[in-house]
């Protein structure tokens, strides 16, 4: 069973930066980890991923050159890292993860996704 939870959301002015952190407990080394967000009255979007064994990592092409996923592995932590935020970026950003035993298991289909956090909001001012 794996637990996740997700902190360090807020209010920001365009052009800022904030960094999400996601902390799990109970999973093994060979997890696709992600973080997708969801504005009101549209659908949820796959933001990035990492396949946890290898680092391997990938982005949404909104956020591309903007966001870096990581990981910590010393202290078992993902994090997010956006930067030039921008208000279209506002919504409710969710941590999830699932078993994979291939990176190319690994991608931004939130269907594959089973654990989810229970997420942290993020609002952009312009």
């Known amino acids: 069973q794996v637990q996740l939870m997700e902190s360090g959301g807020g209010s920001v002015q365009a052009g800022g930066s904030l960094r999400l952190s996601c902390a799990p407990h109970?999973?093994?080394?060979?997890?696709?980890m992600g973080w997708f967000r969801q504005a009101p009255g549209k659908e949820r979007e796959g933001v990035a991923r990492?396949?946890?064994?290898?680092?391997?990592?990938d982005y949404a092409d909104s956020v591309k050159g903007r966001f870096t996923i990581s990981q910590d592995n010393a202290e078992f932590t993902l994090y997010l890292q956006m930067n030039s935020l921008k208000p279209e970026d506002s919504a409710m950003y969710y941590c999830?993860?699932?078993?994979?035993?291939?990176?190319?298991?690994?991608?931004?289909?939130?269907?594959?996704?089973?654990?989810w956090g229970q997420g942290t909001q993020v609002t952009v001012s312009s």
């Open positions: 999830a993860a699932h078993f994979s035993s291939t990176r190319a298991d690994c991608t931004l289909s939130s269907q594959r996704f089973n654990y």
């Open positions: 109970g999973y093994p080394d060979t997890y696709c």
């Open positions: 990492i396949y946890t064994p290898s680092g391997s990592t």
